[in-house]
Structure formats: structure tokens, C-alpha cells
């Protein structure tokens, strides 16, 4: 049987900003549930890999073909297919941006601070200095953009308070890069890229609420999980 304290521990460590932001809705029992399910069910598929060969590609200057060739390992077939299907789409954009292998910050990471015990990870896929500029890249393979306008706004709130704030990224903004399906498709995708200067950042007292939501979401989670679990 799933230990309840161990998914309760999984919960307080998100593994990536943006899979943290996606649960944050603005009502706090739909957080609570949302919280719920990702403890409980959590993500089918990692695809962590696949913007593991992405980064690759950009900053070792992998060739195409290597870079198809990297998915042979994987041995879920579904991410192999989800792989192929995301560097179709992803490789063209990456080679009209000319990126030249010039990362910078190697596998940086820094830490939000959302409760007193529970800190977001803010980890670009990676970084590049273009044309003097830091420029941090987030690279998100979900088969929808499922995040909404607020959301949104949390995201970009967050990296650029965590990332851009910092003295290295001034005047320097971030790049987030969806690469989400077609509309009417189960196998094409497209990239979508969105900057944080795109967005309205949240306000003070938007963050308090977001918080405090958060805390009270999360206890109630924590709750339905010993409830679930025992």
C-alpha cells in the first residue's frame, strides 16, 4: 500500500515550476482537488528526456539525426513516440534560431518560496547568451497549453522574481516554448513561444491571496490523501 506521509512529502517538493503553477486555480477547494489528483495519480508519462536531447541539440549542436537517434533508449514507447512527435516540431524552430552552443548557467536552479516549508524549483531547460543578452528558456512538451491567463501570470511571476531578478539577467527577459499538438490532431505539433514581459506580473497583494490559497489548499489536500491512504 502507497504510504500516505511519503505522497504527502512528494506534494511539498513540485518538480518543476511550471507543474506547480498548472495546479494553482483561483477557488481554494479546486486547488485542493487539483493537489489531490496530482498526489494521487499523478503524471503517466516523464518527459523530462525529451528536453534533455532539446537541450542537447542547442547547446552541443546535436545534428538532427543524432538527436532522433537519442530516443532509441527510452524505453517507455509512448514517451519514444511522444518524443519523435515533439522533436519533429521542435528542430526546425531551434535551427532558424541559430543557436550557436553558448549556454550559460549550466543546469541552473533557483528556488521560489510559496509556503515556510515548500519551495518551487525554477529551472530553465536552458540558458544562452544571445548577442550579450542572458536569456533563460523554458521549454514546456505537454500536449495542450493547459495553462490559463492567471496562470500564466503566476508562471512568469515566478521566474521572473526567481531568475530575472538577479543581477547576471538584467534587462534580460525569458522565453517559454510550448509544444503543444494541433487542435484536430493526436500526432502534429507546433511550437508556441511566449516571453514574461508578455504579461502583467501578479501585484502584492495577489501573491498574499495566491499564498495564503495555497496553504489552505494544500492542508486540505494533505487531509484527502490520509483519508484516501490512511
Not at 496530482?38 to 542537447?56: E, M, V
Not at 493526436?186 to 495566491?210: F, I
Amino acid at each position: 500500500m502507497i504510504n500516505a506521509q511519503k505522497v504527502i512529502q512528494k506534494l511539498r517538493r513540485p518538480p518543476a515550476v511550471h507543474n506547480w503553477v498548472r495546479n494553482i486555480k483561483r477557488r481554494t477547494d479546486d486547488t485542493a482537488l487539483s493537489l489531490f489528483n496530482t498526489a494521487i495519480n499523478g503524471p503517466r508519462h516523464s518527459l523530462r528526456q525529451i528536453t534533455d536531447i532539446i537541450r542537447n541539440v542547442v547547446i552541443d549542436q546535436l545534428p538532427d539525426e543524432q538527436a532522433f537517434k537519442c530516443l532509441t533508449p527510452i524505453k517507455d514507447p509512448l514517451v519514444r513516440a511522444y518524443g519523435k512527435q515533439i522533436l519533429t516540431a521542435a528542430l526546425p524552430y531551434l535551427r532558424e534560431k541559430g543557436f550557436k552552443g553558448v549556454e550559460v548557467f549550466r543546469d541552473m536552479v533557483e528556488y521560489y518560496r510559496v509556503t515556510q516549508d515548500v519551495n518551487v524549483p525554477v529551472r530553465p531547460t536552458f540558458v544562452v547568451n544571445d548577442s550579450g543578452k542572458v536569456i533563460p528558456y523554458f521549454v514546456i512538451c505537454w500536449a495542450a497549453i493547459a495553462l490559463t491567463e492567471y496562470q500564466k501570470r503566476i508562471l512568469t511571476t515566478m521566474i521572473a522574481e526567481a531568475i530575472l531578478s538577479l543581477e547576471e539577467f538584467e534587462g534580460s527577459d525569458a522565453v517559454i516554448l510550448c509544444i503543444p499538438r494541433h487542435r484536430f490532431s493526436k500526432t502534429e505539433r507546433y511550437v508556441h513561444e511566449w516571453k514574461v514581459s508578455d504579461y502583467e506580473p501578479l501585484t502584492e497583494d495577489e501573491k498574499t491571496d495566491l499564498f495564503d490559497r495555497y496553504a489552505k489548499a494544500l492542508n486540505i489536500a494533505e487531509g484527502m490523501i490520509i483519508e484516501t491512504l490512511g
